[in-house]
């Protein structure tokens, strides 16, 4: 059995995949350089648990290295692949520029390549509802025009799916781009949202709460983003369809969005968080960062009608799970 290689094993959303892929008896090489964006020891502590299980290997390289991507590729020749290792944040981008290129650019190009030289059956990898930028219109559609990110992350987002697109009009590879929805769960990021805030309320700080709370987010919980990738992945493209703008080529191609589809303000999530941990926030309410925009809401027609999937956990539910992994992982 050939292997499925996921890039950002160690990562958050990366680890999920590999448990839910590695439960139905798949064979995985997981990719990780462990880098220091975030607590190197909680990327650790995720990857213990994948090499717990014989069918998992794993691969300490950088996307960047050219060579290292080309005998990766050719000593484990994956059939399908699942790239996730990105360098993510917005904010980070503003400061550290060259970090996306490298990451995100250049390590993209050699993953295509490597799909490309190793007839590669299906490559998904992770864009972002980033990518919507300064669009006004809600719900936002896959069809909707995406030409106005203001974030460089979004940016190399975007080159990410034209990138792609052009793999798959040049090679005839099968590739799909799944743009996430401010996903959040168990094990998840210490810059996102969820666990500043809970790590805050627990020590007593303020928390920041930009654009003064009028803010939404299609909030999504980490196992239906894993149920829409498998979905996905079991599913190769065979034609782009409405999906694109004019000119329609025919290319094994797609792009989806997968968020929860029901949008909530920030102030609300933040309610359920208090709840949770049996304390209340000290607000600090702060104008509109740079970079980030004050609503996003998940249009999945075209995930619904092609995968028959859609994500249908309430923060009501996921919220107190996270709660009940933090106080456990970090015994408070």
């Excluded at 990780?32 to 069918?55: C, F, M, S, T, W």
């Excluded at 550290?96 to 050699?110: E, I, K, Q, R």
């Excluded at 094990?187 to 928390?207: C, N, T, V």
Aim: glycine letters at 8%; proline letters at 6%; charged letters at 20%.
């Amino acid at each position: 059995m050939k292997p499925i290689l996921v890039t950002g094993a160690a990562g958050f959303i990366g680890f999920h995949l590999c448990q839910r892929l590695l439960a139905r008896g798949e064979a995985i090489v997981g990719l990780d350089n462990l880098n220091d964006y975030y607590d190197v020891n909680l990327k650790r502590a995720r990857l213990a648990q994948l090499q717990e299980n014989p069918q998992f290997q794993f691969c300490k390289l950088n996307l960047s290295d050219r060579q290292g991507m080309a005998n990766l590729f050719a000593q484990f020749q994956p059939d399908r692949v699942v790239n996730l290792a990105a360098q993510a944040g917005v904010r980070y981008s503003l400061t550290n520029p060259h970090a996306y290129v490298d990451s995100n650019l250049v390590g993209f190009t050699n993953i295509l390549e490597g799909c490309r030289h190793g007839n590669v059956k299906h490559l998904v990898f992770a864009s972002s509802s980033s990518v919507y930028g300064a669009n006004t219109k809600m719900p936002f559609s896959v069809r909707d025009n995406v030409d106005c990110p203001i974030s460089l992350y979004a940016a190399t987002k975007k080159a990410n799916e034209l990138m792609a697109h052009t793999y798959s009009y040049l090679y005839g590879l099968p590739t799909t781009g799944l743009r996430f929805f401010t996903v959040y769960g168990p094990w998840g990021r210490p810059d996102m949202a969820l666990f500043i805030f809970a790590k805050a309320i627990l020590e007593g700080k303020p928390i920041p709460v930009f654009n003064y709370g009028k803010m939404k987010r299609d909030f999504t919980y980490v196992d239906d983003i894993i149920t829409g990738v498998v979905r996905v992945l079991d599913r190769i493209p065979q034609t782009s369809g409405a999906n694109l703008h004019s000119p329609p080529v025919d290319v094994p191609y797609k792009i989806y969005n997968i968020g929860n589809n029901q949008p909530v303000e920030l102030l609300r999530f933040i309610e359920i968080l208090e709840d949770c941990l049996g304390e209340k926030a000290q607000k600090e309410f702060l104008p509109m960062q740079l970079g980030d925009v004050p609503a996003t809401y998940a249009d999945i027609e075209e995930l619904e009608g092609d995968v028959g999937f859609r994500p249908t956990t309430p923060l009501e539910v996921g919220i107190p799970r996270f709660v009940s992994w933090y106080r456990s992982y970090y015994g408070v």
